[in-house]
């Protein structure tokens, strides 16, 4: 198993400045997933993101808005660029070691 | 990745066992049928996985169809708090190696009192 923990649980943010989202793994794992769930939605996943390479955006998001780091197997950053209300929903950082997906208790984000 | 579909909404009496229903028919060969279910306001949490065959654990069981195309996952007695939206994928390899999922809209189920 894996045990995900992330920070800030939640955050209240003003529009136009950017938030830093904290994945932490208790066990080493190639890939992190990060995902965002907006307000009565399913999930949808942002990007994959190796260790010692650059992230892989899903269609609709990129680089600028959603940077990503992946410095070491065991912890990630989503970084929410330039907030507007839209960003509002939970960001949940997930990993896939062996064949079953475990995932955060997510960040739940309110832009105003 | 293989598109799933699911009934928007169900209800369950409390102790009668909940079945939700999943088609997956353009799933491959090699994919594996995975349930997750989210309880309001936390993560998406694992419940049963399987390829071809029945699977049971302590949580429920997983009934996959002959030809695969379709799935159904048992909550032999339904309680309260297994109030949440199932969510039914299936998993994919991509070129890259990645093991992208990709999230449906779920089943909300209702167990009712």
């Known amino acids: 198993s894996a045990v995900i923990s992330q920070k800030p649980s939640r955050d209240i943010c003003q529009r136009g400045t950017s938030l830093t989202i904290q994945c932490q793994v208790d066990s080493q794992v190639t890939m992190m997933f990060w995902y965002r769930q907006q307000p009565g939605q399913s999930l949808t996943l942002i990007a994959t993101a190796n260790q010692g390479s650059e992230a892989t955006y899903e269609s609709g998001f990129v680089i600028d808005k959603f940077p990503i780091s992946r410095p070491n197997l065991t912890f990630s950053t989503l970084t929410v660029s330039n907030m507007s209300p839209e960003d509002s929903s939970i960001y949940l950082c997930s990993v896939i070691p062996y064949n079953e997906q475990f995932f955060g208790p997510g960040t739940r984000l309110t832009v105003l | 990745d293989a598109k799933t579909t699911q009934p928007t909404s169900m209800d369950c009496a409390e102790g009668r066992a909940a079945n939700l229903p999943c088609n997956h028919s353009?799933?491959?060969?090699?994919?594996?049928v995975y349930w997750y279910r989210q309880i309001h306001s936390q993560g998406p949490q694992y419940i049963i996985h399987?390829?071809?065959n029945n699977e049971t654990n302590e949580m429920a069981s997983l009934i996959i169809t002959e030809d695969r195309k379709s799935s159904t996952l048992i909550l032999p007695h339904a309680t309260l708090r297994d109030t949440a939206v199932y969510y039914c994928?299936?998993?994919?390899?991509?070129?890259?190696?990645?093991?992208?999922?990709?999230f449906g809209t779920g089943t909300k189920l209702q167990v009712i009192p």
């Open positions: 994928i299936v998993r994919a390899n991509d070129s890259g190696g990645y093991q992208k999922v990709t």
């Open positions: 353009t799933i491959s060969g090699n994919e594996y």
């Open positions: 399987g390829l071809k």
